[in-house]
Structures are given as C-alpha cells and as structure tokens.
C-alpha cells in the first residue's frame, strides 16, 4: 500500500510493534525497510539490505531526518506491505535463508573469526537480494509440483 503522508504512516502503526516497509527504487528495484516501534513513541529503522538501523524520537522526525524515507515519501515511493490485504485469494509467506559458520567454512576452508562471519553473512545477504532470479525459482517450484502431482 503506497504511503501519501506521515499522517497515513501514523494511522498504520497504531498498536503495531514493527511495518514492513519499502522504497520504489528506479527500474522497479525496492529498497526493504523494517520500521520498530517503542513504548515511548520512538521508532529505529532497520535498512535490510545491511541490517544498519537509525533511530528516531518519532515518525514525524523521521520523516524529515531520514533522507531515503523522506524523498520517498515526497515522491510517492514509499510503501508499507499491507498484510491484512492478503487473503482475498492472495497468499504471502516470508523465507528465511540462513547462513552459517559451516558456509564460511566450505567456502574458505577453515572456521571464521567472529568479524569474518559478521562480513561474510552480510555480502552473502546482500548478494542473495541482488541475485535471485524468482521467475527461475518459482518455474523450477511448479516443474516440481507437476512432478509430484503426477506421481499421485
């Protein structure tokens, strides 16, 4: 659901404790933001792509002090994944990909260094957002599927 306007955001984060959100980025690229909220009225947002995160006093502050989020908002770029939306037929389930010290180790040879690890999931993290090409991933899911239905 596009954003218009602090307003709108406001509205939305009324007894949430977090919203997924994104920016619409040129060439229909999105920029995944998850935006935590605090008793008092503070709010971090977490950028996805790095796990970095900043924090503000409101949603108003970061709509004026968060540059990516602010120009977003005055382009009409900027969106919140609307979850109660899902269900008229249409289904979303997150994935999780994990990677692990076993991953560094088949890669390098060796066990990493706490740092080495923090770096190595995080460019695999980023690669992996960068690099998938769903449509090949969701044609091998139905070729799959067929698969197993016919062996039925």
Known sequence: MRIENIEQLNGMSRGK???????????????????????????????????TSEGFDSLEEMAKGHSTIKEALEKGAFYVFDYEEVGSGDYAK?????????????????MPKFEEFERFSGLCRKG????????????ETRDVMDREAKEK
């Not at 992996?128 to 044609?139: L, N, P, R």
Request: glycine share 10%; charged share 25%.
């Open 128 to 139: 992996v957002q960068a690099q998938v090409d769903w449509d090949i991933i969701f044609k």
């Open 94 to 110: 997150n994935m999780n990909i994990e990677v692990g010290a076993h991953d560094f180790e088949h890669t390098f040879g060796r």
């Open 17 to 51: 404790t977090q919203l997924d959100c994104y920016v619409l980025l040129n060439g229909g690229l999105r920029s995944s933001k998850t935006l935590m909220f605090e008793e008092d009225g503070g709010v971090n947002v977490i950028n996805e792509i790095d796990d």
